[in-house]
Nanobody, 115 residues
Framework: QVQLVESGGGLVQTGGSLTLSCATS????????MGWYRQAPGKQRELVAR???????NYADFVRGRATISRNNANNTATLQMNNLKPEDTAVYYC?????????WGQGTQVTVSS
């Protein structure tokens, strides 16, 4: 059962922009912080950005100033917009919901930034 449905990955040139979206159920959306993680080949999964149900946001240092995370309460979707993309941003990006029930993960979407 897929609980987090991601979309928006793809191939982009250096300096370009990309928007990732994560749709889920109202129950999951309203009871969890929503976030995006990424994992590059040979590296650990790392947090990119997270937004709580109350709207508190934190960004990883490597995307601060280049990314915007938001929640759309009307359609239970969390969105991550990334600008000025760099080749080192190439990774599989995972949507994450985190709350008292623990972590829920999406299936991942590939983002490739060409130099």
């Amino acid at each position: 059962q897929v609980q987090l449905v991601e979309s928006g990955g793809g191939l982009v040139q250096t300096g370009g922009s990309l928007t990732l979206s994560c749709a889920t159920s109202a129950h999951i959306f309203n009871n969890n912080a929503m976030g995006w993680y990424r994992q590059a080949p040979g590296k650990q999964r790392e947090l990119v950005a997270r937004i709580t149900s109350g709207g508190l946001i934190n960004y990883a240092d490597f995307v601060r100033g280049r990314a915007t995370i938001s929640r759309n309460n009307a359609n239970n979707t969390a969105t991550l917009q990334m600008n000025n993309l760099k080749p080192e941003d190439t990774a599989v990006y995972y949507c994450n919901a985190f709350g008292v029930g623990g972590h829920i993960w999406g299936q991942g979407t590939q983002v490739t930034v060409s130099s």
